[in-house]
């Protein structure tokens, strides 16, 4: 059979045609599950092929459009919102916000473009933009040589001097190269909706004040403003707060100065990223708000697990005794489920890593609206049948997908990301997904509200040490969500022209996760 040839004037065409379209894509209707896609895309900042958007930018109104949020939360709780104490003002010495733009801005304007967003919809998150995210990201980056090392972070090695003293490095622990942003996209019924999450990043003085080993002042500057804005809610995570993080945390949220703070715990250099912020933009032009806590440092610093923190930021906020959590917990630390399961081994059980709440707008939570609550946990395992198992919590909780429906979507993410057979290749290859990542990444989450019974979970696949390529990881994700029902590479000249990288390497892809909706549907997610 002859082979059609295409020249590379007319293949770069149709790559530059496909890349023009927009993310809108139609329900997936054609599959046995019903998978409704949630794409993230963990983008990194520090290289050289970012693309600006191409289009003029919309104009931004000085105020946001009216709504229906109030000024202030209605919040009674002890941390309720109040003004930006004067202690945690920014120094305003090295901003870097023409930096953060280029790299993250204007990369989420183009992706609010791309996925159809209205003019004022786009105009309102451009302002959320400018106002709030892109200042808290604080000084850009000093860049080192490839000599001294390959990595880039929001402050440099300490080689990098400023206000006459070497400025400790401070890796961010959302992304394994150290970037302090994540951006996504979420398809709901086959239209797109753009996410993004950061750590907000100190400045460099502060820095300096914790020897780089603690970064939380600029968290609670912007918890500050986006509350004096009524953007959300944040009473819940500032009382699980108290209990997750480390001394110096809560000494800084007690109004105590810069200078007086005693940083506990962290030798010089041992960075521990304790708080991410992320916002889910709406096509109305609404932003939702999550809030996340890592509780290892504060393990850390008393000497006790991850779980015990956990239980403790819980018990704090009213939720210990929790049905959904203590069967959660029951789980995780290895109690039996009578004859169904023996419980995890000391070896199977997993590290909780990250805890997260929905901080909703006060009209949200006047209207009733309930907040998650998710619990990441690392399970030291990539084996199939392990992570059905932890999926279903060893079957204790039918809300959680029952072992077949969970059997028959990861077996076609086995074949369409990794080129695997489930059956006869249940593990990923050990020696980079595992050694890498630490097993594999699930979360559990909950209405958070002391009667919670039921459970719903995410699985967290690593493509980027697993699968051939991003090209490949883009085919299974066009496989697994359309079932071929789309102009195939459609979506992999999207996200290459996103961000001017070739498909055919690594990188852009960490995860592509699978999870069940509180409505029982299975959705898959790209971080």
């Known amino acids: 059979m002859a082979q059609t040839m295409t020249s590379p004037s007319v293949a770069s065409a149709l790559r530059e045609h496909q890349a023009s379209r927009s993310f809108r894509q139609r329900p997936a209707n054609v599959t046995p599950l019903v998978l409704h896609a949630e794409d993230r895309d963990r983008d990194r900042v520090g290289r050289e092929a970012w693309l600006r958007s191409p289009r003029s930018r919309i104009s931004v109104p000085r105020s946001l459009p009216p709504t ?29 916000f023409d930096f953060w733009w280029e ?12 996925a159809e967003y209205s003019v004022e919809a786009r105009a309102r998150h451009e302002l959320l933009l400018r106002k709030h995210i892109i200042p808290a990201l604080g000084a850009a980056p000093h860049h080192q040589s490839a000599a001294t090392d390959c990595k880039h972070s ?5 080689a990098v001097t400023r206000f006459g003293a070497p400025i400790p490095r401070f890796d961010s622990f959302m992304c394994d190269d150290a970037t302090p942003v994540e951006l996504g996209l979420t398809w709901v019924n086959g239209k797109p909706n753009v996410r993004i999450a950061i750590e907000p990043l100190d400045e460099e003085q502060e820095l300096l004040a914790s020897n780089g080993s603690l970064n939380y002042r600029a968290t609670w500057r912007l918890i500050h403003k986006l509350e004096e804005d009524g953007l959300g809610d944040f009473a819940l995570f500032k009382t699980m707060t108290a209990e997750a993080t480390t001394s110096s945390v809560q000494e800084a949220v007690a109004m105590r100065p810069l200078d007086q703070i005693e940083h506990h715990g962290n030798p010089q250099g041992e960075v521990a990223s304790q708080f991410f912020i992320g916002w889910d933009l709406g096509h109305d032009g609404s932003a939702m708000i999550k809030a996340y806590i890592m509780p290892s440092a504060r393990a850390s ?70 907040p998650r609550l998710k619990v ?14 932890h999926l279903t919590m060893g079957r204790r909780c039918v809300d959680t997908g029952s072992p077949t429906l969970w059997r028959h979507v990861l077996s076609r993410a ?21 050694d890498l990542t630490g097993g594999t990444l699930l979360y559990a989450d909950f209405g958070a509200r002391p009667q919670s019974e039921a459970l719903t979970s995410k699985v967290y696949l690593p493509v980027r040490f697993a699968a051939a390529s991003d090209e490949k990881v883009a085919d299974g994700i066009e496989r697994l969500i359309h079932c071929n029902d789309v102009e195939k590479g459609r979506y992999a000249a999207q996200i290459a ?18 999870g069940q909706k509180k409505d029982g549907r299975i959705d898959m997610s790209r971080p």
Request: proline content about 6%.
């Open 497 to 514: 022209a996103l961000t001017g990288r070739s498909m055919r390497n690594k990188g852009i892809h960490n995860y592509v996760a699978l």
């Open 376 to 389: 990441y946990l690392r399970y030291p395992t990539t084996d199939f049948d392990q992570i059905v198992r």
């Open 103 to 114: 790299q993250i801005g204007s990369k989420v304007m183009r992706m609010l473009h791309d």
């Open 414 to 434: 086995w074949r369409h990301l990794f080129d695997r057979d489930s059956d006869s290749q249940p593990e990923l290859d050990s020696t980079s997904a595992l």
């Open 68 to 96: 229906p949020l109030s000024c202030n939360t209605s919040s009674t709780h002890p941390h309720a919102s109040s003004p930006t104490p004067s202690h945690l003002q920014s120094p305003g010495s090295t901003s870097g």
């Open 154 to 158: 929001a402050v440099s090695a300490a």
């Open 301 to 370: 610093e008393l000497g006790v697990s991850n779980v015990t923190v956990a239980d403790a930021a819980l018990q704090a906020a009213g939720l210990r005794t929790c049905p959904a959590w203590q069967t959660l917990r029951s789980y995780v630390t290895g109690a039996a489920n009578a004859n169904v399961d023996a419980g995890l081994t000391a070896s199977e059980r997993p590290e909780v890593v990250i805890l997260s709440v929905d901080c909703l707008a006060p009209v949200a939570v006047r209207a009733g609206q309930v």
